[in-house]
C-alpha cells in the first residue's frame, strides 16, 4: 500500500536559517503530494500542493519538487522566520485515501 | 473558512461509555474522513465516505464506527470507548479525488475534537 516516511523532529534553527524536511513515499499509480502545516492548537491547512513528477508546489517561501526517480518531496525554505514554528506533515493522495507521514515538529529561535 | 465543523471539541468520558463525533460541512463536497492524531503516529485514517451511505475503513478502524446518512454530515462511533482511543480527532473533506489541477483533490480540515477516555 501507500506509505509516507518523513524527518524525525524535532528540528531547531534559528532565524534566517535553511531549511529542508525530507520526505520519501511509497505509492502505486500516480498520486499527488502534499505538505500541510499544523499550528499550535490548530487543525492541518495545506502549505503547497504538486500533482505529477517534476511539479514544484510553492507557498510562502516553501517549496518542494516531486521526484519521481527518487520518490521524494522534500520542504525546504531558504530562510525561516519564527512564525514558521509549527508542525509540518508530508502526504500522498491516492484516489480515496490520503496518508500521512509523522509530522516534523520544526521549532525557530530568534 | 471552509465551512467545516466539529462537535465537540473536547470531551471527556468514562470507559465503556459510548461517544460520537460529528462532523458537519457546507460544502457540498463528496468525501468525507476520520483521521486520529496521536504523538509519534502523525494522522492515522480511521474511516471514510465517497457519498451518502458509502463509507469504508481505513487503517485504524477497530473500535470505531461511521454513518453518513446527509452529504453534509459524518458521524464518528465509539461503541465502547477505551482508553487508547484517547485522541485528537479530525474530520476533513474533500471535492473530488480526480480533479487534479483545480485543487478539488485537497483534503480540508476541521478544527479537531480532543477525546479523553479515562
Known amino acids: 500500500g501507500n506509505s509516507v516516511t518523513q524527518m524525525e523532529g524535532p528540528v531547531t534553527l534559528s532565524e534566517e536559517a535553511f531549511l529542508t524536511i525530507n520526505c520519501t513515499y511509497t505509492?502505486?499509480?500516480?498520486?499527488?503530494l502534499f505538505w500541510y502545516v499544523q499550528y499550535p492548537g490548530e487543525g492541518l491547512q495545506l502549505l503547497l500542493k504538486?500533482?505529477?513528477?517534476?511539479d514544484k508546489g510553492s507557498n510562502k517561501g516553501f517549496e518542494a519538487t516531486y521526484r519521481k526517480e527518487t520518490t521524494s518531496f522534500h520542504l525546504e525554505k531558504g530562510s525561516v522566520q519564527v512564525s514558521d514554528s509549527a508542525v509540518y506533515f508530508c502526504?500522498?493522495?491516492?484516489?480515496?485515501?490520503?496518508?500521512f507521514g509523522t509530522g516534523t515538529k520544526l521549532q525557530v529561535i530568534p | 473558512d471552509a465551512g467545516i465543523t466539529q462537535s465537540p471539541r473536547h470531551k471527556v468520558t468514562e470507559t465503556g461509555t459510548p461517544v460520537t463525533l460529528r462532523c458537519h460541512q457546507t460544502?457540498?463536497?463528496?468525501?468525507m474522513y476520520w483521521y486520529r492524531q496521536d504523538p509519534g503516529h502523525g494522522l492515522r485514517l480511521i474511516h471514510y465516505?465517497?457519498?451518502?451511505?458509502?463509507?469504508d475503513k481505513g487503517e485504524v478502524s477497530d473500535g470505531y464506527s461511521v454513518s453518513r446518512s446527509k452529504t453534509e454530515d459524518f458521524l464518528l462511533t465509539l461503541e465502547s470507548a477505551t482508553s487508547s482511543q484517547t485522541s485528537v480527532y479530525f474530520c476533513?473533506?474533500?471535492?473530488?479525488?480526480?480533479?487534479?489541477?483545480?485543487?478539488?483533490?485537497?483534503?480540508?480540515f476541521g478544527a479537531g475534537s480532543r477525546l479523553t477516555v479515562l
Open positions: 504538486a500533482t505529477k513528477a517534476d
Open positions: 460544502e457540498n463536497h463528496r468525501y
Open positions: 465516505s465517497y457519498g451518502v451511505k458509502d463509507t
Open positions: 476533513a473533506i474533500r471535492a473530488e479525488p480526480g480533479q487534479l489541477l483545480s485543487g478539488a483533490n485537497v483534503l480540508t
Open positions: 505509492a502505486t499509480g500516480y498520486p499527488s
Open positions: 502526504a500522498l493522495g491516492g484516489y480515496q485515501k490520503v496518508t
